[in-house]
């Protein structure tokens, strides 16, 4: 038990920093596109929107292995992205916790869009109605009734869009490798530690305080969801 | 003449033909369920295109299909009091009421937030949440929201049908002074015989044509 405790060493802490990094990074990141194709699958109706639809939702159901490749593919060192990204933003993806973010937030993208479109749709358009009739234009509209009435869901999509890029492995280890300090974040250390004879210990650790997080972004998940649900009825 | 009105609205697989020509004063909406007395008021919004004809108000034109003529709900000024009320659930009683005051042009606002209350009674409820109204008080504010955003004319879609007997007593009399005192045109829903012949200046019968 002693080699337990302490639960967060020096090792751990830069483990668990990293992660909140890539996490932190991928989901700010995510809101804004995630928010508009939430708001254009809720709203709008256009030739393949199905098409839009299952494209978003691919990385749920597709191996994540192969999301993984897919994104080694196109922002890889030979990918059309990847030379784009170097080249004119600087930002380079391979064995770096950009890529390790970038790949999070494909991940976590669906689960995101699934939320915040839930809470879009549960807007009442009759409400953007009247503000429009009380000389709000389409923009004010959308800031002072659609955006505060969905907050607490967009909210809750973005902290279970953390604790899902929080556990992000598959990947993640296929599209950036395994680079302790760079790329190696909690789940991709606890798959080192499992392969060193003397890593049990390192293991127990890291796998606590992956619960400890998931189980804090659920429940904050569930309490924003609620409040949601109280700010939904109209009079 | 107060509204000019002459619209063909397609609902689905309905066509509904609206026809209102009016002095001003009150002009009451009569027809049977279903006809599409909402639709219009929604069509004199600016909430729903017609596919074709003019609606023109106090001689502003606010649509009319052969000029190519269609101002966006926010540019008609109209004060719309929605059968359902639609306050804003999230905002208080204040903000509400002045939520078409911020977004009307100094010169459009004819009425100012401390005349509004005393006009209404509403002055007690400033900081209440709109749930926490009764449906009397919340049908007050939702006339109030109205009259502050600064409108030319108003929209009144069966105002007294939510309100018991005690209520209806307590708001038409404030109709009838925005009717005489503000002397607003406006065009108003109702199924109730009585209280039409109360407060209409001109009645118009729908989808008699």
Redesign the interface.
């Known amino acids: 038990m002693p080699a337990i405790l302490p639960l967060v060493g020096p090792e751990e802490w830069a483990i668990v920093v990293l992660s909140l990094k890539v996490s932190g990074v991928a989901i700010a990141l995510t809101l804004p596109p995630a928010f508009a194709l939430a708001w254009l699958l809720a709203r709008r109706s256009f030739p393949g929107k199905i098409l839009l639809d299952a494209l978003v939702h691919l990385p749920l159901v597709v191996p994540p292995v192969v999301t993984g490749w897919l994104l080694l593919l196109a922002f890889g060192a030979n990918g059309a992205a990847g030379r784009y990204f170097a080249e004119w933003l600087g930002i380079d993806f391979m064995f770096r916790w950009t890529g390790a973010a970038l790949a999070s937030a494909v991940m976590a993208l669906p689960l995101m869009v699934r939320a915040i479109r839930i809470s879009i749709e549960g807007v009442d358009r009759r409400l953007e109605a009247a503000a429009r009739t009380l000389g709000a234009g389409p923009w004010r509209t959308f800031a002072a009734i659609t955006l505060p009435l969905s907050l607490p869901g967009v909210l809750a999509g973005a902290v279970l869009g953390f604790a899902r890029s929080l556990g992000e492995f598959g990947a993640t280890i296929t599209f950036v490798s395994n680079v302790p300090g760079e790329t190696q974040t909690l789940p991709l250390a606890i798959y080192a530690a499992l392969q060193r004879p003397d890593g049990e210990a390192m293991v127990t650790r890291l796998a606590v305080i992956s619960v400890a997080l998931s189980l804090l972004a659920l429940v904050a998940s569930e309490a924003l969801a609620r409040r949601a649900g109280k700010d939904r009825h109209v009079l | 003449m107060s509204f000019d009105i002459s619209v063909t609205l397609v609902r689905g697989k309905r066509t509904i033909h609206g026809h209102v020509a009016s002095p001003a004063g009150l002009t009451a909406l009569v027809a049977p369920s279903g006809a599409g007395k909402t639709s219009l008021l929604d069509a004199v919004?600016?909430?729903l295109r017609p596919a074709e004809g003019h609606i023109t108000v106090g001689g502003r034109t606010l649509f009319d299909s052969a000029a190519g003529i269609d101002l966006?709900?926010?540019a008609?000024?109209?004060?719309?009091v929605?059968q359902?009320?639609?306050?804003?659930?999230?905002r208080t009683v204040r903000d509400n009421l002045l939520?078409?005051w911020h977004?009307?042009r100094p010169e459009h606002r004819w009425i100012g937030l401390d005349e509004t209350l005393a006009f209404l009674g509403i002055a007690h409820l400033l900081e209440r949440r709109?749930?926490t109204?009764s449906g009397g008080e919340?049908q007050r504010v939702a006339l109030g929201?109205?009259l502050l955003?600064?409108p030319q004319f108003l929209l009144m879609d069966e105002p007294l049908s939510s309100l018991d007997l005690a209520r209806r007593a307590e708001i038409v009399p404030v109709i009838a002074r925005i009717r005489d005192e503000l002397a607003l045109p406006i065009l108003y829903v109702s199924h109730d015989p009585a209280e039409i012949a109360g407060l209409a200046t001109t009645t118009v019968r729908l989808g008699l044509d």
């Open positions: 919004a600016g909430l966006p709900p926010e008609r000024r109209c004060g719309y929605f359902d009320l639609r306050l804003f659930p999230h939520f078409g977004r009307a709109p749930d109204l919340a929201r109205a955003s600064g």
